[in-house]
């Protein structure tokens, strides 16, 4: 077994560590309606939400936000709702409103809560540095949703 | 003066008499950027909003929702936000969420607190059978979505 822990881009086994890229991981799996990722790695099918500083500051925000990013971003928000669920067990929905210049939000709610609401800019540029960072991020909106459930019980309930 | 209260359709001064509609007005007007409108009365502009049964059984829900409508929506959530805004002072966000198919969600929420929250089906046929209706449901939510904040201040203020 190789080891090469020190690789940010695809160390062997992160997302096998990390439960929020297993998650994100399924999330992107469904949306694979004709099984063209069905022999793919793990690794492999997150490698889009890895963007590099110099490949982001290639990519325009001046157009539109193309359908793959779009859907890429609600597979992020959708892991962590679906992770904060798992947690929880509070059903969390996640919808994401962007405008056609990359401005938008990006919502998760249960019940009356709002769990996680977050602005998003210059969508067309959604990714991490790297997949340790994009689990990091993830897992730390999840601890805030989870927060927010706990210090909030009865809007959660609502 | 013309008493026409019976007529559902454009009783005078039926706009003057509703807050919400009023609300409304302004919110669409704040769309108006080429001055269409300008000249036009509080009804008329109101006039897309009022959408018969029989008309509304000829739209067809296979395609998608144009972008007129989608901004006819998204303007009768901002009223209602709007409204619950001025009533209550907490800032609110109204967000929709669309599918190509017609189906999705508005959303209203000011701080963690979501004040509104409602499914849509059938987005392409969205309009009431007239302006009193169309009044009454908006006034509605404006109602619900105070109550909510009554009842969870904190998360409101969260």
Known sequence: MTTTTTNPKTTTNIVEESAFLKELVLQVRAQDHYGVYRSWKDELVLSNFVVSKEKKSQISVEGDVDSATQLR?????????????????????????????????SIIWTGRLMVVSRTLRDAQR?????????????????ASGIKAIEEFPKAADG
Chains 1, 2 share one sequence.
Request: charged share 20%; proline share 2%; aromatic share 12%.
């Open 126 to 142: 959604f990714g991490y540095p790297s997949l340790k960072k994009l689990a990091a991020q993830g897992e730390r909106l999840v």
């Open 73 to 105: 971003i609600l597979c992020f928000y959708r892991a962590i709702a679906s992770s904060i669920e798992k947690q929880t067990g509070k059903l969390c929905q996640a919808v994401i409103d962007l405008s056609h210049e990359g401005f938008g939000w």
